[in-house]
């Protein structure tokens, strides 16, 4: 049996999962609400305060559901409760990122300021970091969005392997090279 997808989903206090047909599982919380169409093969039940995921037969392809549709409801029950975060770091003499309303624009060095709308649900804001180093922090319910906004972010100007300037995650380390050195 797949060890992730056995393990129960505890629902904390103040938190609602219901199981509608096709396997569309709402989760109401604090922070929100949350719902999503998972994979109908597999059998979600609410017993007490647990949520439980188990699946048809031993094919591979169930196995691998198996742990995807508990890990699904898991960040889902997260989400709602304590929400997701990630922290972007933008490093570079004269790289700049700024806020208004619910535009974020970025001084990447372009001929252009890059402006970004925040997408529905999630929040973005703006922090001096350590070392003088502005800091992203994307907020949200739902840690797919939330990634996948973190990464559209740091495609504008990916970190380079020489000096480091760029955009990247406050937890990324990058990998440096030695520039090239003059003749002698």
Request: glycine share 12%; charged share 30%; proline share 5%.
């Amino acid at each position: 049996m797949s060890r992730i997808g056995r393990m129960p989903i505890a629902i904390p206090a103040g938190v609602t999962v219901s199981v509608a047909e096709n396997n569309k599982v709402t989760v109401k919380g604090p922070k929100g609400e949350l719902s999503r169409v998972l994979p109908s093969e597999m059998e979600i039940k609410v017993e007490g305060a647990e949520v439980l995921v188990s699946r048809p037969n031993d094919l591979k392809k169930m196995k691998s559901l198996h742990g995807l549709t508990r890990t699904l409801i898991n960040n889902m029950v997260v989400g709602v409760t304590q929400g997701y975060e990630k922290k972007l770091e933008v490093n570079g003499v004269g790289y700049k990122a700024a806020k208004a309303g619910k535009k974020l624009t970025l001084s990447l060095g372009y001929s252009h300021p890059v402006e970004m709308e925040d997408p529905e649900g999630i929040e973005t804001a703006i922090e001096q970091g350590a070392g003088g180093a502005t800091v992203i922090v994307v907020k949200g319910i739902d840690k797919e969005k939330v990634g996948q906004f973190a990464a559209e972010i740091r495609d504008k100007r990916r970190p380079e392997p020489y000096k480091g300037k760029g955009i990247k995650y406050a937890d990324e380390v990058i990998r440096r090279k030695v520039g090239k050195t003059g003749k002698k």
